[in-house]
Nanobody, 119 residues
Framework: QVQLVESGGGSVQPGGSLRLSCTAS????????MDWYRQAPGKQRELVAT???????TYADSVKGRFTISRDNGKNTVYLQIDNLKPDDTAVYFC?????????????WGQGTQVTVSS
């Protein structure tokens, strides 16, 4: 069973930066796809960034050019660098992973870390 623990959230002013970390424990495969989602108050959870086992990345249009997802498989850690933060980025950020083992799909979630952007 995989457990994800996020860290690095906090309160920042607009224009600031944060680096979120997500560390996995348990039976993590380096081929698993890892995502970052976020959920703002009163809104649905949305996918913001994805990184494949091979390192390919995709981003939501709203965060392109400001968010960078990366992974260090040796440390079982995924990162989300967030630059030029905006008030609309205020949300709980969740780490998510998923994979497929011989036709069996599995996924796992972290507990979330709060990011608040305000002046």
């Amino acid at each position: 069973q995989v457990q994800l623990v996020e860290s690095g959230g906090g309160s920042v002013q607009p224009g600031g930066s944060l680096r979120l970390s997500c560390t996995a424990s348990g039976s993590v495969s380096s081929s698993d796809v890892m995502d970052w989602y976020r959920q703002a108050p009163g809104k649905q959870r949305e996918l913001v960034a994805t990184i494949s086992g091979g390192g390919s990345t995709t981003y939501a249009d709203s965060v392109k050019g400001r968010f960078t997802i990366s992974r260090d498989n040796g440390k079982n850690t995924v990162y989300l660098q967030i630059d030029n933060l905006k008030p609309d980025d205020t949300a709980v950020y969740f780490c998510h992973g998923w994979g497929n083992n011989a036709g069996h799909y599995y996924e796992y979630w972290g507990q979330g870390t709060q990011v608040t952007v305000s002046s």
